[in-house]
């Protein structure tokens, strides 16, 4: 079985992509990267990936990425801080031209890496897999909504074994996203809370849709077992919680935070770091 990965010099593709490596060396599969950047792919061709040198804007460079692959994990995003259109081109367009690819192709399994965010407002309760894709929030720019369109877009494609994983906040391994985080924890009101998901449960979060049988067409949430605070957020910071966050309101106590119910009935998930203290001790941030 050949894999391609795209989006692997990312926070997210970098450390999914040697797990991915070392988690397919003993079944004799094999697993390719598709990167804008030679000289970047050089480690992942030294941990044995095949490397494909391309822009995922490219249809031409698309083909030649799926060519004789088996399945896709597409990681590839274009995250907060970029113009809405590179989102657009990104996350939906470029998504979709990799889904047709694939189809042409003869791919049998596509893996797409999706957010929570598309959820948008919470809904009283932990969000679901089945509850509608309404994405909204300035804070996020066109990330949630291209991300929601990208889903719904591949799981129409005809032909394609599609899964989708939304992901929470993704933090850990010296990812600079908790560090991040700050940037707004500290306009939020102190019980206000942020969903998260450590890289090594993302990646046999996206491992475990990979290679499950007779899941296509399902969307699966991965995420940790505790949402943290916007106080816990200062406080894994090592910085000061500012006073005012306790005088204000929480406008939204369930937006973002996910139920991983179903990944954990049919996938057999189960977080590997369940709260983010727990990674702390670990000295897994």
Known sequence: MLTLVTGATGEVGRRFVPRLLQWVAAAGDEVRVLVR??????AFAELGAQVVVGDLRDEGALGKAVAGADAVVNVAAAFRGVPDEEAWAINRDAALALGRAAVVSGVRRFVQVSTGLVYGTGRGRMLVEDDPVVPGGAMWGAYARSKGEAERGLLALDGLDVRVGRLAFVYGEGDPHLADSLQWAGNWAATQRLHMVHHADVGQGLARLLRAPGVGGRVYNIADDAPVTAVELHQLNGA??????YERTDPDPWFGITSTGRIRRELGYRPLYPTVW???DAGAL
């Open 37 to 42: 950047d030679e000289a970047r792919g050089a």
């Open 240 to 245: 000061a919680v500012p006073a005012e966050l």
């Open 278 to 280: 727990g990674a702390v």
